[in-house]
């Protein structure tokens, strides 16, 4: 069995994959997460998902199936973690009422035999009207503050949440089902 690399500091990340792989290793890159607003938001997180592996494949000594994920919010414009507490109250301002998209991008690259996929899954959520008042007790929580939209739909941010259209657990950060898939048809890996 090959080493299984999860190229992740994130724990949502960690622990769905832990739930189906054991003795996951974790390998934080360091990479540079940089957003050009001109990009698609699929081209973005698939290029950051890209530079994640890669970047794991080159600094960590230990090989395998290396996982990497990419998450951004989408609506007019991209939107990753928010950088400060003005930037998280606009962006649940601006997405108060309507359908965004969340999109994650995923790179599988095995460093034993350079296979490599990139990938990304889609997923629409409609947001309640969300009021100034409410938007500020959630900021308080500092739930938002490692998440792209300043968002968490697997925790407080669940009473944000109006309708979800497609995979949830692309929202949390790792879409397992398309993974799955492609772990088994490209890597001869299944998740169960
Ligand atoms: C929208 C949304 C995002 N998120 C998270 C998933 C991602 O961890 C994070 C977006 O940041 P990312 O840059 O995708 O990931 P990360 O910095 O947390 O982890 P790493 O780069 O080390 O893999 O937002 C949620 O947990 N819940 C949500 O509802």
Redesign the pocket.
Same mark, same amino acid.
């Given at each position: 069995m090959k080493n299984i690399i999860l190229?992740?500091?994130?724990p949502?990340?960690i622990e769905m994959l832990s739930k189906y792989l054991e003795n996951i290793i974790v390998f934080?890159p360091d990479?540079n997460?940089r957003v050009n607003d001109l990009d698609l938001p699929e081209t973005t /997180?698939m290029k950051?998902a890209f530079e994640?592996a890669w970047k794991a494949s080159c600094d960590f000594e230990i090989k395998g199936i290396i996982i @990497?994920?990419?998450?951004?919010?989408f609506l007019h414009k991209i939107m990753?973690?928010p950088k400060d507490y003005e930037e998280a109250f606009s962006m649940l301002k601006s997405l108060s009422g309507k359908t965004h998209s969340?999109y994650?991008g995923i790179c599988i690259i095995d460093s034993e035999n350079g296979t490599k996929v990139v990938d990304y899954e889609k997923t629409f /959520?409609e947001f309640n009207h969300l009021t100034d008042d409410f938007i500020r007790r959630y900021l308080e929580t500092g739930e938002h503050l490692?998440? @792209?939209?300043a968002?968490?739909?697997?925790?407080f941010?669940e009473l944000m949440v109006k309708k979800i259209d497609g995979c949830y657990n692309n929202?949390?950060?790792l879409p397992l089902t398309k993974l799955n898939t492609i772990l088994t048809k490209h890597f001869s890996l299944k998740l169960l």
């Amino acid at each position: 069995m090959k080493n299984i690399i999860l190229a992740s500091k994130s724990p949502r990340r960690i622990e769905m994959l832990s739930k189906y792989l054991e003795n996951i290793i974790v390998f934080s890159p360091d990479t540079n997460e940089r957003v050009n607003d001109l990009d698609l938001p699929e081209t973005t /997180v698939m290029k950051i998902a890209f530079e994640k592996a890669w970047k794991a494949s080159c600094d960590f000594e230990i090989k395998g199936i290396i996982i @990497a994920a990419d998450t951004v919010v989408f609506l007019h414009k991209i939107m990753g973690k928010p950088k400060d507490y003005e930037e998280a109250f606009s962006m649940l301002k601006s997405l108060s009422g309507k359908t965004h998209s969340v999109y994650t991008g995923i790179c599988i690259i095995d460093s034993e035999n350079g296979t490599k996929v990139v990938d990304y899954e889609k997923t629409f /959520v409609e947001f309640n009207h969300l009021t100034d008042d409410f938007i500020r007790r959630y900021l308080e929580t500092g739930e938002h503050l490692d998440k @792209a939209g300043a968002y968490g739909i697997q925790g407080f941010g669940e009473l944000m949440v109006k309708k979800i259209d497609g995979c949830y657990n692309n929202v949390k950060g790792l879409p397992l089902t398309k993974l799955n898939t492609i772990l088994t048809k490209h890597f001869s890996l299944k998740l169960l």
